[in-house]
């Protein structure tokens, strides 16, 4: 069993389901660690006969801590958020305990890193906006680590305004008005969406603690982000329904700026002589 620390009866008492208590705020951005541990918990299914049909879901605390290796009167601790700095080898039994991915373990490991130093966004490099010029028959834009948009070409703007410089995805796709007829399937884009920004923003960052609290007003956002799921960004296929053109089905490829921290370009591209292909070519 790992080494830890134990808890004073008072506090071992706590509420065995996996709901937020009245008052705690759904973002959990106060208590990251311990939000994140109750959310994967409550999505993890348990293994053991005889609990297939139980009223409550997910993993108990009792169970967790089994399978981590740890007290429970500690993990009460680490989800309450009274300790927030367990080592690396309780985290990483944690992880193997909550069967997470590669993704969401690096996530889980960097919820308890020092506060981030704020950084200056430098200015995207004149090459930059020639490399989106030079690509007049591909959709290509360039996002920052804020998933805002800082260029893009004539062809990704008529593809959607989402693409507008100056606009965020994150925003769009949720409070926009546009995004849920855009994507046919938005439900999926969203849900992306969302786990792109818990694995590739910094939680602590205060412009992105600003947008999530903006986003908090919308229903569909305050579900997926209580998923606590964690997943870049891939090359990927997506659907748009374009009010002019029609269907189109685009690659999505993504690119990291060198030298540029955090600014990605995203390209879409159509399969050769399909009907994306020709779709694009009227816009």
């Not at 410089?165 to 008005?177: A, K, Q, S, T, W």
Request: no cysteine.
């Amino acid at each position: 069993m790992i080494s830890h620390v134990f808890m004073s009866p008072t506090l071992a008492a706590a509420p065995e389901d996996n709901q937020h208590p009245a008052g705690v705020s759904l973002l959990g951005m106060e208590n990251l660690l311990g939000e994140f541990i109750k959310a994967r918990r409550g999505q993890v299914s348990p293994q053991e006969p005889g609990t297939k049909h139980r009223r409550v879901t997910g993993l108990r605390r009792a169970e967790l801590a089994s399978l981590a290796g740890i007290s429970e009167p500690y993990l009460v601790r680490l989800e309450q958020g009274i300790d927030r700095q367990p080592s690396p080898q309780v985290l990483q039994a944690l992880a193997r305990a909550l069967r997470l991915d590669d993704d969401a373990t690096r996530h889980l490991l960097g919820l308890t890193a020092p506060e981030p130093v704020r950084r200056v966004t430098p200015d995207l490099a004149d090459n930059v906006h020639q490399l989106l010029d030079s690509w007049p028959t591909t959709p290509a834009y360039v996002r920052d680590r804020h998933f805002g948009i800082l260029a893009a070409n004539k062809l990704a703007q008529s593809l959607s305004d989402l693409y507008t410089p100056g606009r965020n995805l994150v925003r769009e796709i949720f409070l926009g008005p546009r995004a849920r007829t855009l994507f046919p399937d938005w439900p999926l884009v969203a849900a992306q969406t969302v786990a792109a920004v818990r694995a590739e923003t910094e939680a602590r960052d205060p412009e992105m603690i600003d947008l999530i609290a903006e986003l908090s007003q919308d229903k569909d956002f305050r579900q997926l982000w209580a998923r606590h799921h964690v997943r870049p960004a891939r090359d990927e296929t997506k659907r748009f329904e374009h009010p002019v053109v029609g269907p189109l089905t685009l690659r999505r490829q993504a690119m990291a700026i060198a030298g540029a921290d955090g600014f990605v370009v995203i390209v879409y591209q159509a399969e050769p002589q399909s009907a994306s292909a020709a779709a694009l070519s009227r816009l």
